[in-house]
């Protein structure tokens, strides 16, 4: 993919086949419509494949409810006084992170050729601030007219501000109108995340059941997909991560949580008519932005100004590349290498360079070149490590602000 740059479209993707997704687009309940994750479609997936899994016996490994519970709670016949550590895990989670989840609903109004169409729609947010700020996906902002949040509690928060949106990584902030103090959302660190990792996902599920809990692994990092966003228009994220846990229409914009309670990605898009196939924005490429949400009340992105190719052994092989992960500086059919003017041209960056690391963050190994500029503000100054021509070199770059 490359850097989106004020005068290009977003990064291209690798070179490798991304699949189409749908966001969580508007599904249809009785009263209202829910904002689904992005869609990916695969029409391998049309067919229905009945998995049998016959039990014949097992042990399972249980412990009762601390050091200090009663006889009574431990021979108790309510299975529910005995618990997995896996279920405890997954309940401490839910009971830690569910007050910092709202739904969301909006009012909607899309204007055609035929005229103009009003709707109601519904997704998920995360409060990420005590005085009500709520990060969200774009998509789930789109065409919203007005917007109100309901807590975990229930309470109602009608006309919340809009602050703004970041298409590029799909994210978008709101601001709850009340005096009230939330419960702010701890968030973890994604470029350390690990394939095979236990998670938990919360939502507004079909945009009738609110903090709906599902659990699952992370299946994989730094997928690129094509996604429908429902309105006709297609969208291209990368560096999502992969998880099977259970991703529903009205989802979107909720948190993906580690065991720890810590939201590590933004659930926004699963793939149709496939089993446990979902993708979550990592939370470290929204750091930046959402830091100068919280200091300044706007939303501003930083800005590089490469075009580059994500380099995969593929890539690699394209291009007769020496290396294997990095950030490759190119020029496409649409984009010039280096933005003229940008804060890439002024650090000396040119054609052919390979970004390795921003600051001491490998390129591939912690994120994407964009995910990790996504964790810095314009105004930053960065040291960048790159090769030219097999040697390594390195500068130094402040970042603009993206104005796309």
Do not use: C, W
């Amino acid at each position: 993919m490359s850097e989106h740059t004020p005068e290009k479209t977003p990064e291209e993707a690798p070179k490798t086949e991304a699949a189409p997704v749908h966001h969580t687009q508007p599904a249809q309940t009785p009263s209202k419509k829910s904002q689904k994750p992005l869609i990916i479609t695969f029409s391998i997936f049309g067919a229905i494949i009945l998995l049998v899994l016959g039990l014949v016996g097992g042990t399972v490994l249980t412990r009762t409810l601390g050091p200090n519970a009663s006889p009574s709670l431990s021979t108790s016949a309510d299975g529910n006084q005995t618990v997995t550590d896996e279920e405890s895990s997954i309940a401490s989670v839910a009971e830690k992170v569910g007050p910092s989840v709202v739904s969301i609903v909006t009012q909607t109004r899309t204007n055609s050729y035929y005229g103009s169409t009003s709707g109601e729609a519904a997704g998920t947010g995360i409060i990420v601030s005590k005085n009500g700020y709520v990060m969200t996906n774009n998509h789930v902002l789109e065409g919203a007219t007005s917007v109100s949040v309901v807590d975990s509690t229930g309470e109602l928060y009608e006309d919340a501000t809009i602050i703004g949106r970041d298409p590029l990584n799909d994210i978008a902030f709101i601001k709850i109108k009340s005096d009230k103090e939330f419960t702010a959302a701890a968030l973890g660190n994604s470029s350390t995340i690990r394939t095979g990792q236990q998670v938990v996902a919360i939502g507004n599920a079909l945009g009738q059941y609110s903090n709906t809990v599902t659990s699952g692994i992370i299946s994989g990092t730094g997928r690129p997909i094509t996604a429908d966003t429902g309105s006709g228009d297609t969208e291209t994220l990368t560096d999502l991560i992969q998880t099977d846990a259970s991703i529903n229409p009205g989802n979107s914009g909720g948190p993906l949580v580690n065991m720890a309670g810590q939201v590590i990605g933004i659930n926004t898009a699963i793939v149709e008519d496939a089993n446990g196939i979902g993708f979550a924005i990592p939370v470290n490429a929204t750091k930046g932005v959402l830091a100068g949400v919280l200091d300044t009340g706007k939303v501003s992105r930083a800005y590089l100004g490469v075009n580059y190719l994500t380099i995969t052994p593929d890539v690699a092989r394209e291009y007769k590349l020496d290396v294997n992960s990095g950030a490759y500086v190119y020029a496409s059919s649409s984009s010039s290498p280096v933005a003229s003017g940008s804060p890439a041209e002024k650090a000396g960056l040119k054609s052919g360079d390979i970004i390795t690391k921003i600051n001491s963050e490998t390129v591939g190994k912690d994120g994407s070149l964009s995910s990790i500029l996504g964790e810095y503000r314009p105004g930053d100054k960065l040291t960048i490590t790159y090769l030219r021509d097999g040697k390594e070199q390195t500068t130094t770059v402040t970042l603009g602000t993206y104005n796309g």
